[in-house]
C-alpha cells in the first residue's frame, strides 16, 4: 500500500508561483511512474503533468507546456510540481497519483490507470 500526501496549495495571484510536493510512503516510490492531476468542480480530473519512475520521461498538458515543470527525487520519496506563471484558470484541486509502472521510463497519464492517489490540495489563483 502506498501513501501520498500533497502539500503546497494556497492563494496566489496572476503570475505567481507554486511549488507542490507530493510525500510517497509505504513504498518506494521509485517503484512507481507519478503523475499530477487537477479538477475544477463540474469538470473532469485532468492530467496536467506527468513522470517517469526514472525522472528521465515527462509528460505535460498543452494548457501547462512552459508554465509547469514536474520532477521527482526518489532518494525523498517526494515528487513536486512547479507551477509558475499561473493563471486563474489553473485554479482547481490538485492531485498527485502513483501507477506501479513495469518499466524506468513509463509515462502514463490515463487517470484509470493510477493505484493510488493523494487527498488533493486547493491551489486558487486570484486575477
Known amino acids: 500500500q502506498v501513501q501520498l500526501v500533497e502539500s503546497g496549495g494556497g492563494l496566489v495571484q496572476a503570475g505567481g508561483s507554486l511549488r507542490l510536493s507530493c510525500a510517497t510512503s509505504g513504498r518506494t516510490s521509485s517503484n512507481y511512474a507519478m503523475g499530477w492531476f487537477r479538477q475544477d468542480p463540474g469538470k473532469e480530473r485532468e492530467c496536467v503533468a506527468a513522470i517517469s519512475r526514472s525522472g528521465g520521461n515527462t509528460y505535460y498538458a498543452d494548457s501547462v507546456k512552459g508554465r509547469f515543470t514536474i520532477s521527482r527525487d526518489n532518494a525523498k520519496n517526494t515528487v513536486y510540481l512547479q507551477m509558475n506563471s499561473l493563471k486563474p484558470e489553473d485554479t482547481a484541486v490538485y492531485y498527485c497519483?502513483?501507477?506501479?509502472?513495469?518499466?524506468?521510463?513509463?509515462?502514463?497519464?490515463?487517470?484509470?490507470?493510477?493505484?493510488?492517489w493523494g487527498q488533493g490540495t486547493q491551489v486558487t489563483v486570484s486575477s
Open positions: 497519483a502513483g501507477y506501479r509502472a513495469s518499466t524506468s521510463r513509463q509515462v502514463v497519464t490515463s487517470r484509470g490507470e493510477y493505484d493510488y
